[in-house]
C-alpha cells in the first residue's frame, strides 16, 4: 500500500485547483460561442485554456519525475517509465 505524503496531496490539490479553473474557462467558452460573441474574443479565450491546459499537464508531468526520481533513489524505479512518460507527451 502506497504511503501518500504531504508533498503528494499539495500536487493533487494544486492540479484539481487547476483543472477547476480550466473547467470553468471552457464553460466560459462555451457560453461565448452560444451568445454568438465576437471571434477575437473567442479566440483569445481559447488560447488562454489551451495554455492554462500545457501548463497544468507540465505540473503532472514534473510531479510524476519527482516520484521516478524518488524511487530511482530508493533502487525502486524504472528509467522506462520515464520514457514512455515522455512519449505520451510528445503524441
Not at 471552457?26 to 477575437?40: P, T
Not at 507540465?58 to 526520481?69: G, M, N, Q, S
Request: charged share 40%; net charge positive; hydrophobic share 35%.
Amino acid at each position: 500500500m502506497r504511503t501518500v505524503k504531504k508533498h503528494d496531496l499539495e500536487a493533487r490539490t494544486r492540479v484539481l485547483n487547476r483543472l477547476k479553473r480550466l473547467e470553468g474557462q471552457v464553460r466560459g467558452l462555451q457560453k461565448m460561442v452560444e451568445e454568438d460573441r465576437d471571434c477575437r474574443e473567442i479566440l483569445t479565450l481559447l488560447s488562454g485554456i489551451r495554455s492554462a491546459l500545457e501548463a497544468t499537464g507540465d505540473l503532472i508531468f514534473e510531479t510524476y519525475l519527482e516520484e521516478c526520481r524518488a524511487d530511482l533513489a530508493k533502487g525502486q524505479g524504472d528509467t522506462k517509465a520515464i520514457v514512455e512518460a515522455v512519449r505520451l507527451l510528445r503524441r
